[in-house]
């Protein structure tokens, strides 16, 4: 249990550094510190398995030229998963790069893709040995707290999938309203 309790650990921190990246970057640009995201809690999950997996590969002795490629391809194809997994499973973009130059399907783009290389290596070099060091620190605490926070963590995953269900299942009835009574949305509609 002690290695996937390390690695339960460093998902959730950078999941929760994704967060305040995230509400940062709003912050910034748009003057609002909340974006609205998937789950309930702070936690980014595509950050988390970014940083995770980055994390993971440099564990391994990768070279930094094969970090650096990682650093790009890691987040891209997990910020493309996410994207396109949410937007075809729930039906919901939480963002969108189509006005954007390079984008594929709006998912990723290249200027975005390229930002993936400074904060992924950064997070390997400059946060990841602390963020290591903190995990040697309290890992008897977070071994012993691991069922409780796995707990919590798919309690969210189903109250986010019931969630999902009863607004689809709404969405679907509005529709069907919808369509019983023509485009108009009313008995009135159909008479003409």
């Known amino acids: ?46 950050y988390g398995l970014a940083m995770t997996a980055m994390a993971a590969v440099r564990a391994e002795g990768g070279s930094l030229p094969f970090l650096v490629f990682c650093s790009l391809a890691i987040p891209s194809g997990i910020e493309f998963a996410s994207g396109f997994l949410l937007d075809k499973g729930v039906g919901r973009r939480y963002w969108d790069y189509r006005g954007m130059r ?47 926070i796995a707990a919590l963590m798919l309690l969210e995953a189903a109250a986010v999938t019931v969630k999902l269900r009863m607004k689809n299942r709404w969405q679907r009835d509005l529709e069907g309203y919808t369509d019983a009574y023509g485009d108009e949305g009313s008995p009135e509609g159909n008479l003409g």
């Open 1 to 46: 249990m002690e290695a996937w309790a390390e690695w339960l650990f460093y998902y959730t921190v950078y999941s929760f550094g994704g967060w305040l990246l995230e509400n940062g970057y709003s912050r910034a640009t748009t003057g609002v510190f909340w974006k609205e995201g998937f789950l309930f809690s702070p936690l980014k999950p595509m």
């Open 102 to 148: 390079g984008n594929v399907e709006g998912y990723v783009c290249l200027a975005f893709s390229l930002c993936w290389i400074p904060l992924s290596l950064g997070c390997l070099y400059g946060l990841h040995p602390y963020v290591s060091a903190l995990y040697r620190g309290i890992s008897s605490g977070w071994e012993a707290a691991v069922p409780w």
